[in-house]
């Protein structure tokens, strides 16, 4: 397998579709169903669509029983009406509900639209997702999800050649790679910088080629094209019922005639659009949001449009105008075509489109963190449903591919889900969602281990959901056990953190167990010595007695911290829980933090005088390291849950008062804690372990004080004495790192209107900075918003609280409630400094990096039970992936992907290219034979034939993260 490449592989063959029924005519889909175009001409590509938020001013239920089941009846029935029509269906969510309540016949008429290219699919996934706030694994899996309910319901020719992502707030690399990957031709998109657009405009490069990877060469490079007029229908040619534009009226006898002044009209438009794209065709969509519902309305009118061209055959600067039904795909094969034929080459897009601006004071950089809590739920629970899948698929249980909790997850990919714009009721709708689907993802938990254990009763295995807060009615006991699984292929160690009642605790776990574990280039053989594990209480870091109001459930005193050792491969650990003694084994007490904190090879030392960090000590690396809690006044009526505008008269953070309290909390063997306190509604224990490769700054930010009537934008901000140049590195989706520079943009003049949110980027799992010498990284548990505003520092927006913004897109400001109050938000960054190229133990600090953020992206999942289970600790693998593949990603059929971690270059040894043997790697299934697949696993490889475009053959990309 090629480096850094995703391989996708099913052991069981896959059934396409359903066979066409007698009445179903001959498939003549893909772009041999285009319309014909004509090079001597300006061919005009009309594209018929609705754009369907899955949720956004109204639930999911509500949109779709209000107003998407209409648009896709209404719709169909319009297309059977003439085979010139065409339209294009996109988010599959809505389609798979529709799909499950028409008739036979229906279906019938569907599967042979879809044939004749008529209705055709694009993007497929089960949203069109956001593009900053998202994970690659769970863009795949959304896809995937998608894909694979079109392929089963319409066949082969349903596949989707294009993306389609027209709605998202800016567009990233990532994105673009993966799309490629999933065999796609083209992504097409509305939303990028005015300065940019322009650029663009004038150059006429809004059509463009895309490399979305640095590591994947050529075979990254796909089609895409910016919209001219975002995505609705132009001005006064809009013929939706929700519209006020005039009809186009044929009848020379009627008052109201205005065909051939309507065509005149739209010749117009034309001309100012052509004259901004490279080649001799347009693109022009025709719809917006929530668009035909009496699809007839608009495509009468459409039908004229197209017809007047024919009647009248008005010219344009000399040329005639050859005005068509299409689709994105159909232009994007035109558009080929012709730049093959005149020999044209295209511009060429290296980095992403980060961040949007639709003007120089709305910079559309807020939605990085808005609603945090809703972005670590949604990460919490992709956890549990790697977890779930794995499982399933190893014992033969029936979880669908398409289950509750996937399906609430590719929801929550949506682009006003994840990015937190949503309203707030539709918020706790997405919520509710997700939960549900947890929950009902145990009992198929319980079966499989039952069945991969060999017990003949189920268990009880059972998630606290809300550990965080330290609530959990499981381990509110005097004896309990836990089942900790780990879903990477690889042994791993972990710190665990289980809330306890107070008192002395005895954990016990399997013994005397001889195991390597692997800490990337290192091995060291240990022997469990068994018995007793050593743990430490500490306290919460805050009181949470107020959640009991709303959930009935008792907050417990303590939190007991162990680290499971050497959890299996895809295996699972049990420890058994004794409160032997009602007597607490910790107390609290305020230590001095005059002198260094921490552990021998790894420390913090703090500032006197303030009581703020003032160095750290990790991988025999000193860095000088400042950090602080600060805040921004949000700017009123402009700064809301898209836009980040700092208050125009005072742009600069503010700090947010001195630490009121900065105390040495826990001296322990295995952890050491400083508790940070500015005020009631900033807190951070900032937390050394004894065997990790990161400092923890766990963090608690609200309710954010607005009782100034001022919003607050609420970030964390670490200061090093690195000299960086205003350089720094953000992740792509989680995945290749991208070079940023204050102040710059690598293809367009950057101007400083917007000194703060104008450098603002995504940061999906990692940021950092480097000189020659060192390197500072911080790793998140969700996705943030940050940047670097002066030479070695690293800011992370962590909460938000806006007020005056209720004239904004949802009509509600951004002061969200949770459990009676303004939103609290905890969570924790992962901060590591050392040597850039040797690291520790000869890792280089990209591999350590990777290694954490992998790790903290799928956590060992703690499972509680009262039963007792029979096998207390194994592997379901006969032997472990090398140690840079990701762990596997199971669904029924059986998918398995493989993933390098490392991009190219990042590690000396480790970025190689590693032969992986599957053949007898699972102990509960035989490999009888593999087929492999595209990225989203619909298409097999054999058959995937993307569109060449010469020009990008040898044009490979060398500069590795585009420094």
Excluded at 670 to 681: A, F, M, S
């Amino acid at each position: 397998m090629s480096l850094w490449k995703l391989g996708i592989i099913f052991i069981i063959p896959v059934l396409y579709g359903v066979p066409l029924s007698s009445k179903e005519r001959e498939t003549v889909c893909g772009y041999g169903s285009c319309h014909t175009v004509d090079d001597n001409k300006i061919n005009v590509h009309l594209v018929p669509h609705s754009h369907d938020d899955v949720g956004w001013l109204k639930t999911v239920d509500q949109y779709y029983y209000y107003e998407v089941q209409y648009i896709l009846s209404s719709v169909v029935a319009a297309l059977l009406e003439n085979p010139d029509r065409r339209f294009i269906q996109v988010e599959t969510a809505y389609f798979y509900t529709w799909w499950n309540q028409q008739t036979d016949l229906i279906k019938s008429e569907v599967r042979q639209l879809v044939n004749e290219g008529r209705l055709e699919i694009v993007n497929g996934a089960w949203s069109m997702n956001d593009e900053a706030a998202v994970h690659y694994q769970c863009t795949i899996d959304q896809y995937t999800l998608g894909l694979r309910v079109i392929e089963d319901a319409l066949g082969k020719c349903a596949r989707p050649r294009v993306g389609w992502q027209i709605d998202p707030f800016g567009h990233s690399r990532e994105q673009a790679s993966l799309l490629s990957q999933f065999g796609m031709d083209a992504i097409f998109f509305a939303r990028l910088d005015y300065r940019d657009r322009a650029k663009r405009q004038n150059d006429r490069s809004m059509d463009m080629l895309w490399r979305g990877s640095a590591n994947l060469g050529s075979g990254s490079t796909i089609f895409a094209s910016a919209l001219y007029h975002q995505y609705n229908c132009p001005s006064d040619f809009c013929f939706d019922i929700h519209c006020n534009d005039p009809p186009i009226i044929i009848d020379k006898d009627s008052p109201e005639y205005n065909w051939e002044d309507r065509v005149n009209e739209f010749v117009n438009f034309v001309r100012e659009q052509s004259q901004l794209y490279p080649t001799n065709h347009i693109l022009i969509t025709l719809g917006d949001d929530f668009q035909y519902q009496a699809a007839h309305n608009d495509f009468i009118n459409i039908d004229r449009l197209i017809e007047g061209f024919k009647v009248f055959n008005p010219t344009m600067d000399g040329k005639e105008l050859n005005v068509i039904y299409s689709t994105p795909s159909c232009y994007t094969k035109a558009v080929r075509d012709y730049v093959e034929a005149k020999n044209l080459t295209l511009d060429l897009k290296l980095d992403d489109f980060f961040p949007f601006s639709y003007t120089p004071n709305s910079v559309f950089t807020g939605y990085f963190t808005s609603r945090p809590t809703s972005k670590r739920l949604e990460r919490f629970a992709n956890n549990l449903q790697q977890v779930t899948k794995q499982l399933t698929a190893l014992s033969g249980d029936s979880y669908s591919y398409n289950n509750t909790l996937g399906q609430a997850i590719g929801v929550m990919q949506h682009h006003d889900a994840i990015t937190g714009t949503e309203k707030e009721a539709v918020e706790k709708d997405y919520h509710r969602s997700i939960v549900k689907g947890m929950n009902e993802a145990h009992p198929h938990i319980n079966s499989a281990f039952s069945s991969l254990i060999g017990m003949t009763d189920s268990l009880n295995l059972k998630s606290c959901l809300l550990s965080n807060v330290s609530i959990c009615s499981e381990s509110d006991k005097d004896e309990f056990s836990i089942l900790i699984y780990n879903p990477l292929a690889r042994n791993t160690s972990h710190y665990i953190q289980v809330p306890v009642n107070d008192g002395t605790w005895k954990i016990t776990d399997p013994s005397g167990t001889k195991y390597n574990e692997f800490y990337f280039t290192d091995i060291k053989q240990v022997l469990s010595t068994g018995g007793e594990i050593e743990n430490q209480l500490t306290d919460p870091i805050r009181n949470f007695d107020y959640i009991t109001k709303d959930t009935g459930e008792k907050v417990l005193d303590k939190v007991l911290i162990f680290r499971a050792e050497n959890l299996p491969a895809l295996g699972y650990k049990v420890y058994k829980f004794q409160r032997i003694s009602s007597e607490s084994s910790f107390h609290f007490s305020e230590l001095g933090i005059a002198g260094p904190i921490g552990f021998s090879d790894r420390y913090i030392t703090f500032n006197q005088d303030n009581g703020l960090l003032k160095s750290i000590t990790l991988h025999n690396t000193t860095l000088d390291v400042t950090q602080q809690l600060m805040f921004y006044k949000s700017c009123s009526g402009i700064s809301d849950a898209y836009v980040f505008r700092p208050d125009v008269d005072e742009r600069d953070a503010i700090e947010l008062g001195n630490v009121t309290n900065t105390v040495f909390v826990n001296d322990g063997n295995l952890i050491r804690e400083v508790k940070q306190v500015w005020n009631d509604w900033a807190t951070q224990i900032i937390r050394l372990y004894k065997e990790e490769d990161f400092i923890e700054f766990d963090w608690l930010v609200g309710p954010i004080d607005v009782s100034d009537d001022i919003g607050k934008e609420v970030i964390t901000r670490y200061s090093t004495e690195l000299n960086t140049g205003g350089v720094f590195y953000t992740d792509s989706n989680g995945r290749e790192i991208i070079y940023r520079k204050k102040d710059y943009r690598p293809t367009y003049e950057y101007t400083e209107e917007e000194p703060q949110a104008g450098n603002y980027y995504p940061v999906n799992t990692k940021i950092f900075v480097k000189d020659d010498e060192r390197r500072f990284s911080v790793i998140t548990d969700r996705s943030e918003g940050g940047s670097s505003m002066n030479s070695g520092e690293i800011e992370l927006m962590l909460n938000r609280n806006l007020l005056h913004t209720e004239e904004g897109v949802t009509g509600e400001n951004l002061n969200e409630t949770e459990y009676g109050q303004f939103l609290v938000a905890r969570g924790s960054h992962f901060v590591t400094v050392g040597e850039p190229t040797t690291g520790n133990s000869g890792r280089s600090m990209a591999a350590i990096e990777r290694d954490i953020a992998q790790r903290k992206f799928l956590q060992p999942w703690v499972f509680y039970t009262t039963d007792q289970v029979s096998v207390k600790e194994q592997s379901f693998l006969n032997a472990e992936l090398p140690v840079n593949r990701t762990g596997l990603k199971k669904k029924n059929k059986i998918l398995i992907r493989l993933e390098h971690i490392l991009e190219k270059n990042e590690d000396p040894e480790l970025s190689k290219q590693v032969t992986v043997d599957i053949s007898d790697l699972f102990k509960t299934i035989k490999i009888v034979s593999m087929e492999e697949f595209t990225l989203g696993a619909n298409t097999p490889l054999e058959e995937n034939e993307r569109l060449v475009w010469p020009q990008i053959a040898d044009t490979e990309d060398k500069s590795g993260s585009f420094e």
